[in-house]
């Protein structure tokens, strides 16, 4: 375990460099302009008769987009695409901001061929007229969409008015926004004017996600999630349990190429995870904290403690997806687009995680049972921490062959040598007495019978 600690120590810096990492491509994705609000409820002709100011319930908002309402829609395709359709010469233009950010302008033609369905709102006309006059071409002549709001008549009407009456700031008393459909009358700016704007939005937002069935899931490096200690205080040997908290950063990385195409634009994407809405920067990542428990255990002897290091595995899941593209807006505002279809994510995540058990605590008294049956117990071992120690648990016979006690098997072995002569001369001295014996009794026999 000791000599892999460089090695987790190392995993782990580098875990924490893909975090920074992270975090420094995040901070590419927008961020809501809280100087730019959008407003779904259009003010009422009394509240305008009354002079109240569109922005008084939000001082922040130095421009304020109100969205057109259902029959300023269906207005709007009347007179403008059918009154002054595709095949009339004069060509009326309107502004497009993003984020509060002037981004072009797109004209009346665009709408009613059916290239595009913006979300068109009204912005008040000095507004335009402080923040976006300036970045105009003075040499422009362009006609741009506004309403007149006509409190005398208690009536509102579509109009048009000159760039150059923009950009050259022309004072209320020349200034004049035509009426649309006949052009025999027109309003001056005490007519609350209105200026048409294109919203863009803001970033994608990915909804219904169903992910196919194919997934492809590869393994990376090994990172030290916690450690802790496994005890068993109690007299008797156990099963014995631990667990161990901890906290990662999911990152989240969306294919962009299988996202965009001709209709989209390069923007940041609000991906729809495990319960939340992850915010992902233009180049499809992201992350969410995640937290999570890891259980673990294993039999234990008596009084004995363990260390345990906790590691996780990272893997990565390659997945497909389909889902639904909300276009965003900011101020929650949303509105659907289109589908996709196979979709690439990679989830990096960890996967599963293992405790790798050390050498028990030796401060604790250690049980060993010996072949005879008989219990004996250590003292307290006095032992660096990473000295290892095992226990004797039977007789090795083998042990005791091959290892015999010095000195004593020699003098064994020549002390029966000795033994042995002695009584072999015994023995044999006692045979040749008795032989001897036998000889003359045999000789006097053979002399008598002579």
Same mark, same amino acid.
Request: hydrophobic share 35%; proline share 3%.
């Given at each position: 375990?000791?000599?892999?600690?460089?090695?987790?120590?190392?995993?782990?810096?580098?875990?924490?460099?893909?975090?920074?990492?992270?975090?420094?491509?995040?901070?590419?994705?927008?961020?809501?302009?809280?100087?730019?609000?959008?407003?779904?409820?259009?003010?009422?002709?009394?509240?305008?008769?009354?002079?109240?100011?569109?922005?008084?319930?939000?001082?922040?908002?130095?421009?304020?987009?109100? $969205?057109?309402?259902?029959?300023?829609?269906?207005?709007?395709?009347?007179?403008?695409?059918?009154?002054?359709?595709?095949?009339?010469?004069?060509?009326?233009?309107?502004?497009?901001?993003?984020?509060?950010?002037?981004?072009?302008?797109?004209?009346?033609?665009?709408?009613?061929?059916?290239?595009?369905?913006?979300?068109?709102?009204?912005?008040?006309?000095?507004?335009?007229?402080?923040?976006?006059?300036?970045?105009?071409?003075?040499?422009?002549?362009?006609?741009?969409?506004?309403?007149?709001?006509?409190?005398?008549?208690?009536?509102?009407?579509?109009?048009?008015?000159?760039?150059?009456?923009?950009? $050259?700031?022309?004072?209320?008393?020349?200034?004049?926004?035509?009426?649309?459909?006949?052009?025999?009358?027109?309003?001056?700016?005490?007519?609350?004017?209105?200026?048409?704007?294109?919203?863009?939005?803001?970033?994608?937002?990915?909804?219904?996600?169903?992910?196919?069935?194919?997934?492809?899931?590869?393994?990376?490096?090994?990172?030290?999630?916690?450690?802790?200690?496994?005890?068993?205080?109690?007299?008797?040997?156990?099963?014995?349990?631990?667990?161990?908290?901890?906290?990662?950063?999911?990152?989240?990385?969306?294919?962009?190429? $299988?996202?965009?195409?001709?209709?989209?634009?390069?923007?940041?994407?609000?991906?729809?995870?495990?319960?939340?809405?992850?915010?992902?920067?233009?180049?499809?990542?992201?992350?969410?904290?995640?937290?999570?428990?890891?259980?673990?255990?294993?039999?234990?002897?008596?009084?004995?403690?363990?260390?345990?290091?906790?590691?996780?595995?990272?893997?990565?899941?390659?997945?497909?997806?389909?889902?639904?593209?909300?276009?965003?807006?900011?101020?929650?505002?949303?509105?659907?687009?289109?589908?996709?279809?196979?979709?690439?994510?990679?989830?990096?995540?960890?996967?599963?995680?293992?405790?790798?058990?050390?050498?028990?605590?030796?401060?604790?008294?250690?049980?060993?049972?010996?072949?005879?049956?008989?219990?004996?117990?250590?003292?307290?071992?006095?032992?660096?921490?990473?000295?290892?120690?095992?226990?004797?648990?039977?007789?090795?016979?083998?042990?005791?062959?091959?290892?015999?006690?010095?000195?004593?098997?020699?003098?064994?072995?020549?002390?029966?040598?000795?033994?042995?002569?002695?009584?072999?001369?015994?023995?044999?001295?006692?045979?040749?007495?008795?032989?001897?014996?036998?000889?003359?009794?045999?000789?006097?026999?053979?002399?008598? $019978?002579?």
């Amino acid at each position: 375990m000791h000599s892999n600690g460089s090695l987790l120590s190392l995993h782990t810096r580098y875990f924490a460099c893909v975090l920074l990492l992270l975090c420094c491509t995040a901070v590419n994705a927008y961020e809501e302009n809280d100087k730019f609000c959008i407003r779904t409820q259009p003010m009422l002709l009394a509240d305008i008769e009354k002079h109240i100011n569109p922005i008084d319930d939000d001082p922040n908002c130095k421009v304020l987009a109100t $969205t057109l309402t259902t029959k300023e829609k269906d207005s709007f395709t009347e007179t403008m695409c059918k009154d002054h359709g595709t095949s009339y010469k004069d060509t009326y233009y309107y502004f497009k901001l993003r984020n509060g950010e002037l981004r072009g302008r797109g004209s009346h033609k665009d709408i009613c061929n059916g290239v595009k369905n913006p979300l068109l709102a009204w912005v008040p006309y000095n507004m335009v007229l402080e923040h976006f006059a300036q970045e105009l071409n003075p040499k422009e002549q362009l006609s741009y969409i506004g309403k007149a709001t006509d409190m005398e008549r208690a009536k509102t009407e579509l109009c048009h008015f000159s760039h150059t009456d923009l950009v $050259t700031n022309i004072t209320s008393d020349l200034f004049a926004c035509i009426v649309m459909i006949f052009e025999d009358n027109f309003y001056g700016q005490d007519a609350n004017i209105n200026v048409l704007v294109e919203i863009e939005p803001l970033m994608y937002e990915l909804r219904n996600i169903t992910y196919l069935p194919w997934v492809n899931v590869s393994t990376s490096y090994k990172t030290l999630l916690d450690r802790t200690t496994l005890q068993n205080p109690n007299s008797e040997a156990k099963q014995i349990y631990g667990s161990v908290k901890y906290g990662y950063v999911e990152k989240v990385h969306v294919n962009v190429s $299988t996202i965009y195409n001709k209709n989209l634009d390069n923007l940041p994407l609000l991906f729809e995870h495990a319960g939340a809405v992850l915010e992902l920067n233009d180049l499809g990542v992201g992350g969410v904290d995640v937290t999570s428990k890891t259980y673990f255990g294993r039999y234990m002897d008596a009084r004995t403690s363990v260390k345990v290091e906790v590691i996780g595995q990272w893997a990565e899941h390659h997945q497909q997806f389909n889902a639904d593209v909300y276009d965003y807006y900011a101020y929650g505002i949303k509105r659907y687009r289109n589908e996709i279809h196979r979709g690439e994510v990679t989830f990096t995540r960890i996967e599963s995680a293992e405790p790798v058990y050390e050498t028990p605590d030796s401060t604790l008294l250690t049980a060993i049972t010996l072949h005879s049956g008989e219990e004996k117990k250590f003292e307290r071992l006095e032992m660096a921490e990473t000295e290892n120690f095992t226990k004797t648990t039977d007789w090795d016979i083998d042990y005791y062959n091959s290892h015999p006690y010095p000195g004593f098997y020699p003098w064994f072995v020549a002390g029966s040598i000795a033994v042995a002569v002695v009584l072999l001369a015994v023995v044999f001295n006692m045979v040749r007495i008795w032989s001897k014996k036998e000889e003359k009794k045999l000789y006097k026999l053979a002399a008598s $019978t002579a």
